[in-house]
């Protein structure tokens, strides 16, 4: 069920657009440049768990992009090697709250698809495999939530941005408290990246 949750977001961001890709069938590659190391940094990305309770954090995320991507679905377009919270902020009756973002393996980003009326790409979207984060909420000195989540996102990436579209949860683990995980967590917003990256067809 996430997995076809994930895709169908995925999918919605371009179907307004089939009719310029299917013009284009003969270019076989998108090309990112420069690609390479990239890094991205935003001061409110937004956890929503199931129970309502939403947790806002800085988060600084490092990896690399692919310099040619096959118009393949899952062909590899790059990692995500490093990520970083802070400044986590909940809102409701908790009083503080840490997410930490797990990197024992890289995440994985596979290319879906794109935007854009061709030949000029605008966005390539992306699913990032392997996203696990853990959320700890407390209040009055007690933990009342510690949940473990593993899943994966849909993102898009443009010039400037990798925009979280949806994220859908496989697996959800209580380690604490006294609240139940769920498996329904949203996570949104976009995350600036330094280097502009510019799209174009091979």
Not at 38 to 63: D, P, S
Not at 87 to 104: D, Q
Not at 145 to 158: D, H, K, P, R, S
């Amino acid at each position: 069920m996430y997995a076809r949750s994930l895709r169908a977001a995925l999918l919605a961001a371009t179907l307004t657009l089939a009719l310029g890709a299917a013009s284009a069938t003969a270019s076989r590659s998108i090309t990112i440049s420069p690609g390479g190391e990239i890094r991205g940094t935003t001061r409110a990305l937004t956890f929503k768990l199931e129970e309502g309770t939403e947790v806002i954090c800085a988060v600084t995320l490092g990896g690399t992009l692919a310099r040619a991507i096959a118009k393949v679905a899952g062909t590899h377009v790059g990692l995500i090697l490093e990520a970083r919270t802070a400044e986590c902020r909940p809102t409701g009756t908790a009083e503080s709250a840490t997410v930490r973002m797990s990197l024992s393996t890289p995440w994985r980003m596979n290319y879906h698809s794109f935007t854009g009326t061709l030949p000029n790409v605008e966005t390539t979207l992306v699913e990032i495999i392997g996203w696990n984060f853990l959320i700890q909420l407390r209040a009055l000195g007690a933990t009342i939530l510690e949940c473990l989540f593993t899943g994966e996102a849909g993102a898009a990436i443009t010039t400037r941005r990798i925009e979280v579209l949806a994220y859908s949860a496989s697996e959800s683990f209580r380690l604490g408290g006294l609240v139940m995980c769920g498996t329904r967590v949203e996570v949104r917003r976009f995350i600036e990246i330094g280097a502009t990256q510019r799209f174009g067809l091979l």
